[in-house]
């Protein structure tokens, strides 16, 4: 079974910083799509950014972007020039597709805070 | 465009109660997803509804848990009898289709506490 495991449960760092959030995953496929999504206090969970797994290319949506290291299992995402809003808890995800089903498979989460 | 709904937001139950959940997902979307998201660790996925059939219940408790999508529009989950351990949140999600690659959209969740 897939695995994805989030290393750092908090991170804080000041408005304006560069933020990177690791994740690992554990998997036997070679076709596979990983996710960030954000979870504000709110708890409404939202798409950050997606990466497949055929691509080599590094995602990028606006100030966020990821290092997608296939060989190492690794799919961490940098956070640029951080503002306040970006504080949430942030998971990792890996989709899973058993017998048609599309499963997402999340970390335990990272708790991201900005200061002023 | 609307989002995906979900009601109550906040429900507080005795053990050994029952209690139901609602969803409503956005429309069009064929897919909806049931989570269950306990305190301090990710969503795990409960049920997965394609219009009105199941496509994945494996991490579904089928002794106490059960959930339809009669319509195949809004859903219900429900739980009964309820134990310590259900306490976290439930979140609903839904997507275009199961097949390809679809976003899934998700709800602001059920926070459901057992005493």
């Known amino acids: 079974a897939q695995t994805v495991t989030q290393s750092q449960p908090e991170m804080s760092v000041q408005e304006a910083e560069t933020v990177t959030l690791s994740c690992t995953y554990d998997?036997?496929?070679?076709?596979?799509?990983l996710f960030w999504y954000k979870q504000p206090p709110s708890r409404q969970m939202i798409l950050v950014i997606r990466?497949?797994?055929?691509?080599?290319q590094n995602a990028t949506e606006n100030r966020f972007s990821v290092n997608f290291q296939k060989a190492a299992k690794s799919f961490s995402l940098k956070i640029s020039d951080s503002q306040l809003g970006d504080t949430a808890m942030y998971f990792c995800?890996?989709?899973?597709?058993?017998?048609?089903?599309?499963?997402?498979?999340f970390g335990q989460g990272t708790r991201l805070t900005i200061n002023p | 465009e609307a989002g995906v709904a979900q009601s109550p937001r906040y429900k507080i139950i005795e053990k050994r109660q029952s209690v139901a959940f609602w969803c409503n997902p956005i429309?069009?979307?064929?897919?909806l997803y049931w989570y269950q998201q306990i305190l301090g660790q990710g969503p795990k996925l409960l049920i997965q509804?394609?219009?009105?059939?199941?496509?994945?219940d494996s991490q579904l408790p089928k002794d106490r848990f059960s959930a339809e999508r009669l319509k195949g529009v809004d859903s219900t989950l429900k739980i009964q009898p309820a134990k310590l351990e259900d306490s976290a949140v439930y979140l609903c999600a839904s997507s275009l289709q199961h097949r390809g690659l679809n976003t899934q959209y998700f709800g602001p969740g059920t926070r459901l506490t057992v005493l």
């Open positions: 990466q497949e797994a055929y691509k080599q």
């Open positions: 998997t036997s496929e070679n076709n596979y799509y």
């Open positions: 429309s069009g979307h064929a897919t």
């Open positions: 995800a890996f989709l899973q597709r058993p017998q048609g089903a599309q499963k997402l498979v």
């Open positions: 509804f394609q219009n009105n059939g199941v496509v994945d």
